[in-house]
């Protein structure tokens, strides 16, 4: 009997979505590149929300035309002396802090920032741009709650301030909070159609929510703005690589590498791309052009890992894993898919190492306990793994593959009734889980309820039809059931989807002598032992079927061959005496065989001679 594949294979469909939240690559790509964009946005609208007016006289004049220089050095001197000249008074003197407000976020340094406009707002208390400028201060210093008040604020001052509406969509969406941040991003577009930052952002916060039809259609129209919008190219290509269009992904990424051949985020990103396409040239040829632009990337060396590790190359992923944590040990990623790599080779012992560590640096991951878990459930500790699923569901508790593997562990401890109720929710929780629906199948049939087990390989079949296990195993329960001719159909379908399984071939096998049809049974015990050598069950069966056949010679032979590959089936003396005897009479049938034949022949040859022929 075949277990449905392992869970730990069915994690995510995309082997790229294979990612823990804290350290992911993936996010840290996104900080990097959202926090630049946070900046130019964030400059932009500062731009937009204007800067002080400029005061007749020559002196007041200059100082006025440097306090809003976008130098913010010079800007912060002039707006101090603008300030501290005396001259200045009311609305004039706010825009003077507001001024050198900007000056200092522009710099960096929010906190003085926020000062001068609480000074801006005491002289003037209706003063919109100081409290949408104080706003977006409070959000880069990740205040976005008081952020949003002060555009709130900002915005029933001047209901129709498209700038305040693109500030606060800024500030939603580094909240996290999108459907409010694409509300915004939208109402500003009303007020000002042709904002090609506007409709950049809302593309953004869709591509961020998952919904990237959306994000396409909002990238293509910033395009259609600015066409050498290597962000816009970036994000689009993106967008449509996580929709798995792969081939106009890697269009984008072209365009936007034309544009800035040393923009490492689309070389990594296209590399992601190709290697999706089982393209491993390309991908790699784009992760040495990240490295060779900077040897210190450690995302780059990481999705190099990744696609390292896509393609079967566990010792190459394991060596770019290694050189990403010793630049950056505190990587949670690259620490876990270690781990990960290290259990594909069946090096279950480095793979908790991995996963310890990974749980030291993001103690909350739901990730890392179910992986760990399945290390533990290789190794037969099912109650270390019953445990770490257990965690996994407290931290996630629609995980079904944390729910898939709990119920797999309990099934190898015999406890049939829990596997179910975690396949039954494992499949409330994901209604097109093949291996759920396999596994349970499974359980059925050591219950002895085949028609259950039938059903459930039959939804197999339904959601995956090429799926080799769910043909082997319900060949399995039918032959259980006593339908050999089922069985044998299913079992022809399992080998001609992998035509090297030995166990579809004595199983089938078994399916023939249950039938009656030793000849063709032995066949099929042929084959599963030329593909598997040690394939100790199909021994045995041929064994059986020679003895019926009568020919006990090749009979004791297998059967021997049986035993040596079995050692631990539980011999007792007895039974070694009643199988010396067995072999003995075996023996002797074959030598009294081996004798009459000679006489025959001996016989036939006497006649020939005297014949004279």
Request: aromatic letters at 12%.
């Amino acid at each position: 009997m075949r277990r449905a594949t392992n869970a730990s294979t069915y994690r995510r469909p995309d082997w790229l979505r294979r990612r823990i939240d804290r350290g992911d690559p993936l996010s840290a790509r996104m900080c990097v590149r959202r926090q630049t964009i946070r900046v130019l946005s964030m400059m932009v609208l500062m731009t937009l929300l204007g800067a002080p007016a400029v005061l007749p006289g020559q002196t007041r004049d200059k100082n006025w035309k440097q306090c809003k220089s976008d130098d913010p050095e010079r800007s912060v001197k002039a707006c101090s002396a603008l300030i501290q000249s005396g001259q200045e008074k009311g609305i004039n003197l706010a825009k003077a802090f507001c001024g050198r407000g900007l000056a200092y976020a522009r710099k960096g340094e929010y906190d003085h920032a926020i000062q001068d406009y609480d000074e801006a707002l005491r002289i003037n208390p209706t003063y919109v741009a100081a409290f949408s400028n104080r706003g977006i201060a409070y959000a880069h210093k990740g205040d976005y709650d008081r952020g949003i008040q002060d555009l709130d604020q900002a915005l029933r001052l001047k209901p129709n301030d498209a700038s305040a509406y693109y500030g606060r969509a800024l500030t939603y969406d580094y909240k996290g909070d999108f459907n409010h941040a694409i509300a915004d991003y939208s109402q500003a577009l009303r007020l000002k159609p042709d904002s090609a930052s506007a409709i950049y952002g809302r593309g953004g916060a869709y591509a961020r929510r998952g919904d990237y039809d959306h994000a396409t259609q909002d990238y293509t129209q910033a395009l259609r703005i600015n066409p050498n919008s290597t962000d816009a190219l970036y994000w689009r290509g993106w967008a449509y690589e996580h929709k798995s269009d792969y081939d106009r992904a890697i269009q984008d990424f072209d365009q936007a590498l034309r544009l800035n051949p040393k923009l490492a985020d689309a070389l990594r990103e296209r590399g992601i791309a190709y290697t999706n396409k089982n393209d491993y040239d390309h991908a790699f040829q784009d992760y040495d052009q990240a490295l060779r632009l900077n040897p210190s990337d450690t995302i780059a060396l990481f999705d190099r890992g990744l696609a390292y590790k896509h393609k079967g190359d566990h010792d190459g992923a394991i060596r770019d894993f290694d050189q990403a944590i010793r630049l950056n040990p505190k990587f949670v990623s690259a620490v876990y898919n270690r781990g990960v790599a290290y259990a594909d080779k069946g090096d279950y012992d480095r793979a908790l190492q991995d996963y310890e560590q990974a749980l030291l640096l993001s103690p909350g991951n739901a990730d890392v306990f179910y992986s760990r878990g399945v290390a533990y459930k290789h190794k037969g500790d099912y109650d270390r793994a019953i445990a770490d699923y257990d965690q996994a569901l407290r931290l996630n508790p629609s995980f079904a593959n944390a729910f898939y593997g709990r119920g797999d562990a309990y099934e190898h401890n015999g406890d049939y009734d829990r596997a179910i109720q975690n396949y039954n929710q494992a499949l409330r929780v994901n209604s097109t889980y093949t291996n759920a629906f396999i596994s349970r199948g499974l359980v059925y049939t050591h219950r002895g309820d085949y028609d259950r087990a039938i059903e459930d390989f039959d939804q197999a079949v339904r959601l995956d039809p090429a799926s080799a296990n769910a043909f082997y195993n319900r060949g399995w329960a039918y032959e259980r059931k006593g339908d050999y001719e089922s069985a044998i159909l299913d079992f022809d379908q399992a080998l001609r989807l992998t035509p090297n399984d030995a166990d579809a071939f004595d199983n089938r096998g078994w399916a023939y002598t249950k039938k009656g049809d030793d000849d063709r049974a032995i066949q099929d015990y042929d084959q599963a032992i030329r593909l598997n050598p040690r394939q100790a069950d199909a021994y045995r069966n041929r064994s059986q079927a020679y003895a019926r056949k009568g020919n006990y010679l090749r009979a004791m032979i297998d059967r021997g061959i049986y035993q040596r590959l079995k050692p631990r089936t539980g011999v007792t003396p007895i039974q070694v005496c009643l199988f010396g005897f067995v072999v003995a009479l075996a023996s002797g049938f074959a030598f009294k065989w081996y004798r009459e034949r000679l006489a025959r022949d001996q016989e036939r040859y006497t006649r020939i001679f005297h014949s004279g022929h």
